[in-house]
Structures are given as structure tokens and as C-alpha cells.
């Protein structure tokens, strides 16, 4: 099968997004598919020089944007006519709301070939400048109608999306199918080193933030409430790992220099099982998530998780069931909950245990084996 798939970004880009993209992509390669990946020509930082290129059996085309209108959203309008010239037996778009969706719907259509969609939950985002509110609502009147109906069918990542999606097109056309994680990560590590790189105290108990310093993830939520944990006591530590999309220097003015406050930066994709495996507690502050891979790559991990309920998070995290869920923004709960499973070996090892359990069957192979499935049936 030739598949192309569509995104904004790809690698060396990091988010959740572009890692779905990649390991589905791989798994697909794994059985025998051919994949070709189209996207712009940036990680979201610089332009990239190489249009063409072949990484791990990925073949990626990047077009060149004309238009920046926020740091996660591009115009690049030179994808139509590659997406014309090549061939393929299905095309799967990746994130709703992009003139690329229209784009490939029209190609496909043209081609007869089937247009999967996967929206990646792009529904709610209050810091979105007004340059992009504009476009969008227009977007949410017209464009996304006439983009999804192009679809043949629409992957929502959580039955959070089902609602929302039916304003534009029959609940038949949506399939659910949730984000998945490295099978990988449920394999013991043996002598782990993470704990004594970034640690002062590997004694100590670590509570864990992993995610990209952006306003939607509220990482300055988290190193306020480190401050004031640690203003009443000295036997944690924590880490914040992930790349600067804009907090990194909020957040480095709420910590303070604080020395048990560990913000690392971007983290090597392949150790994060080391990350994970050498962490007590991880914490989610976000107000927006769609379903974020971290979720599933801390459960795998045997981590406990204290998180905000929003979107997609509170179909698959049950509150005293995984971990502990809190109203976003509400820092005293949040410090609650975090010295709540600290202090509780028992209640800890509960919800690891629950967790482990709870994503068994979410591995990234089975999640590509579902998505084929659905190109298959709709080349029928």
C-alpha cells in the first residue's frame, strides 16, 4: 500500500503529533507499506534546507511556507501540487483546522482515492492570536464543513471530539481511536541512570513534568507549586523536561534558580523510558490536551499520574482509580494531590499497578494495525 500522509510538521519537529505520525509510519513501513510524508519546510524555529529526504524509510517532502500565522500554525500551499504529482493508494491528513485537509480532500477526490482525517483535538485554544481567531472562525463556519465532507473517514482521538465533529458530519463517518505508546516502555530498565544525571539526591522522591514549555501545558502551574513544596520541605525534587515554545522563561523566573528544581530542556525520544522508570510521580497542568502520549507513556511506565480532566484526559483516567485528577488552575489541589501520592507509598503502588494494567493493549503496533484496517476498508 502507498500511503501519504499530511501534517504541519514533521521531524525533527517534537510534539505529539509529529511522534504519532513517525512511529505510525514506521509500523506501517515494518508491514511492507511504502510511506511518504508531506509537510512544510520549518520545525517551527528555522527553515529547513532540505526538501527531500529519507529518514528511516520515511520519505519526506517538505514544501516551502509563505505565511506564519502563529508559532504552530503555516501556510504552505506548494503541498497541492506535490500531492498532484505523486501517486498513492490512500491519503490520511493529521490535524483539523489546515488548508491542507481542503487541499488533499480535493486531490483525493480528483484521484479517487480515499482522504482519512485524523483532527488531533484542535478544538479549544484561548491563546490563539487574533490573526489566527479570524481565519478560524470562518474556518469553524464554512472551511471545516466542506474540508470534512471530503473525508472519507475522520479518526478523533477521543469520544471528546464526537460531539463537536457532528456538527460537520454524520456520527458514521467518525472513528474513535486513541493514541497509543512504545511497548517498550513496559520493560524494566536495568541500572537506570536518569535519577543520578539530574538529581541532587537520588534518595529523594522526583515528580515529573514532561511536555513542551507552551501556554497550553501551564509548566509555569507546576514549577509554582515545586516552589512552594519546597519552601516546606526538603525531601523531593522535581524535573521539567521539554522544549521552550515560549514559557521557558516564565517558568525560569517562578523556580527561582531553585536548585531542587531540575529544568532540563528537550529530552532524547529513545531514553525516555529511562525518564519515566526513574520518576515517582508524573504531573499534567495542562488546560488543553487533546490526548497526550505522555498519559499513556507514564502509565505504561508504572507512574502514577495527578492531572487536569480536560478533553480527552478524563475518558481515560478515572480520579482515585490512576491517579488523582484536579480543576485546572487550582494549585492548591494540585500540591494536595502531588503530597497525597508521595506520602503514600500503598496508594501509589495501587495506581501504578492500575495503570500498568489499563494500557496493555495501547501499544503504537496495534493502534497502526487499527488504522490500517480503516484504509483498507475504505479502498474498498
Same mark, same amino acid.
Given at each position: 500500500m502507498r500511503i501519504a500522509i499530511v501534517s504541519q510538521f514533521f521531524l525533527p519537529t517534537i510534539g505529539g503529533v509529529e511522534k504519532v505520525?513517525?512511529?505510525?509510519?514506521?509500523?506501517?513501513?515494518? %508491514?511492507?507499506?511504502?510511506?511518504?510524508?508531506?509537510?512544510?519546510?520549518?520545525?517551527?524555529?528555522?527553515?529547513?534546507?532540505?526538501?527531500f529526504e529519507i529518514i528511516d524509510g520515511i520519505r519526506i517532502h517538505r514544501s516551502r511556507y509563505i505565511a506564519k500565522l502563529s508559532f504552530n500554525t503555516y501556510i504552505f500551499p506548494g503541498v497541492f501540487l506535490k500531492l498532484l504529482k505523486h501517486d498513492f493508494d490512500v491519503i490520511h491528513t493529521h490535524v483539523g483546522a489546515r488548508d491542507y485537509v481542503l487541499y488533499a480532500g480535493l486531490i483525493a477526490k480528483y484521484k479517487k482515492k480515499p482522504h482519512i482525517h485524523t483532527t488531533h483535538c484542535p478544538w479549544t485554544d484561548k491563546f490563539r492570536p487574533l490573526a489566527v481567531r479570524i481565519p478560524l472562525f470562518f474556518t469553524d463556519k464554512i472551511f471545516n464543513y466542506i474540508s470534512f465532507n471530503l473525508c472519507n473517514k475522520i479518526i478523533a482521538i477521543t469520544p *471528546?471530539?464526537? =460531539?463537536? @465533529?457532528? +456538527? *460537520?458530519?454524520?456520527?458514521? +463517518?467518525?472513528?474513535? @481511536?486513541?493514541n497509543g505508546m512504545e511497548g517498550s516502555l513496559f520493560k524494566k530498565i536495568k541500572n537506570n541512570p536518569f535519577r543520578k544525571q539530574i538529581m541532587n539526591d537520588p534518595k529523594k522522591k522526583l515528580v515529573l513534568f514532561f511536555g513542551r514549555l507552551h501556554p497550553t501545558k501551564s509548566p509555569h502551574h507546576f514549577a %509554582?507549586?515545586?516552589?512552594?513544596? &519546597?519552601?516546606?520541605?526538603?525531601?523531593?525534587?522535581?524535573?521539567?523536561?521539554?522544549?521552550d515554545e515560549g514559557m521557558m522563561g516564565q517558568v525560569k523566573e517562578v523556580a527561582n534558580n531553585h536548585p531542587d528544581i531540575h529544568i532540563i530542556g528537550p529530552w532524547p525520544y529513545e531514553k525516555i523510558g529511562q525518564m519515566y522508570q526513574g520518576s515517582d510521580l508524573y504531573v499534567l497542568t495542562s488546560y488543553r490536551e487533546g490526548l497526550p502520549l505522555t498519559l499513556f507513556e507514564a502509565m505504561a511506565s508504572e507512574l502514577p499520574v495527578v492531572s487536569t480532566p480536560v478533553n480527552g484526559i478524563s475518558y481515560e483516567m478515572e480520579d482515585g482509580v490512576n491517579?488523582? @485528577?484536579? =480543576?485546572?488552575?487550582?494549585? +492548591? %489541589? &494540585? +500540591?494536595?494531590?502531588? &503530597?497525597k501520592v508521595i506520602e503514600n507509598p500503598d496508594l501509589a503502588k495501587k495506581f501504578s499497578q492500575n495503570n500498568i494494567k489499563k494500557v496493555k493493549e495501547y501499544t503504537w503496533e496495534n493502534i497502526a494495525n487499527e488504522t490500517l484496517k480503516i484504509y483498507r476498508e475504505e479502498m474498498k
Amino acid at each position: 500500500m502507498r500511503i501519504a500522509i499530511v501534517s504541519q510538521f514533521f521531524l525533527p519537529t517534537i510534539g505529539g503529533v509529529e511522534k504519532v505520525i513517525e512511529v505510525l509510519a514506521k509500523e506501517y513501513i515494518k %508491514q511492507g507499506h511504502t510511506v511518504d510524508v508531506f509537510t512544510s519546510d520549518t520545525d517551527k524555529y528555522k527553515r529547513i534546507k532540505k526538501k527531500f529526504e529519507i529518514i528511516d524509510g520515511i520519505r519526506i517532502h517538505r514544501s516551502r511556507y509563505i505565511a506564519k500565522l502563529s508559532f504552530n500554525t503555516y501556510i504552505f500551499p506548494g503541498v497541492f501540487l506535490k500531492l498532484l504529482k505523486h501517486d498513492f493508494d490512500v491519503i490520511h491528513t493529521h490535524v483539523g483546522a489546515r488548508d491542507y485537509v481542503l487541499y488533499a480532500g480535493l486531490i483525493a477526490k480528483y484521484k479517487k482515492k480515499p482522504h482519512i482525517h485524523t483532527t488531533h483535538c484542535p478544538w479549544t485554544d484561548k491563546f490563539r492570536p487574533l490573526a489566527v481567531r479570524i481565519p478560524l472562525f470562518f474556518t469553524d463556519k464554512i472551511f471545516n464543513y466542506i474540508s470534512f465532507n471530503l473525508c472519507n473517514k475522520i479518526i478523533a482521538i477521543t469520544p *471528546w471530539e464526537v =460531539p463537536i @465533529l457532528k +456538527k *460537520w458530519v454524520k456520527e458514521e +463517518k467518525i472513528k474513535v @481511536l486513541h493514541n497509543g505508546m512504545e511497548g517498550s516502555l513496559f520493560k524494566k530498565i536495568k541500572n537506570n541512570p536518569f535519577r543520578k544525571q539530574i538529581m541532587n539526591d537520588p534518595k529523594k522522591k522526583l515528580v515529573l513534568f514532561f511536555g513542551r514549555l507552551h501556554p497550553t501545558k501551564s509548566p509555569h502551574h507546576f514549577a %509554582q507549586v515545586a516552589k512552594e513544596i &519546597l519552601d516546606e520541605r526538603c525531601d523531593i525534587e522535581f524535573a521539567m523536561i521539554g522544549p521552550d515554545e515560549g514559557m521557558m522563561g516564565q517558568v525560569k523566573e517562578v523556580a527561582n534558580n531553585h536548585p531542587d528544581i531540575h529544568i532540563i530542556g528537550p529530552w532524547p525520544y529513545e531514553k525516555i523510558g529511562q525518564m519515566y522508570q526513574g520518576s515517582d510521580l508524573y504531573v499534567l497542568t495542562s488546560y488543553r490536551e487533546g490526548l497526550p502520549l505522555t498519559l499513556f507513556e507514564a502509565m505504561a511506565s508504572e507512574l502514577p499520574v495527578v492531572s487536569t480532566p480536560v478533553n480527552g484526559i478524563s475518558y481515560e483516567m478515572e480520579d482515585g482509580v490512576n491517579g488523582y @485528577l484536579y =480543576p485546572h488552575g487550582d494549585l +492548591k %489541589q &494540585l +500540591k494536595e494531590k502531588i &503530597l497525597k501520592v508521595i506520602e503514600n507509598p500503598d496508594l501509589a503502588k495501587k495506581f501504578s499497578q492500575n495503570n500498568i494494567k489499563k494500557v496493555k493493549e495501547y501499544t503504537w503496533e496495534n493502534i497502526a494495525n487499527e488504522t490500517l484496517k480503516i484504509y483498507r476498508e475504505e479502498m474498498k
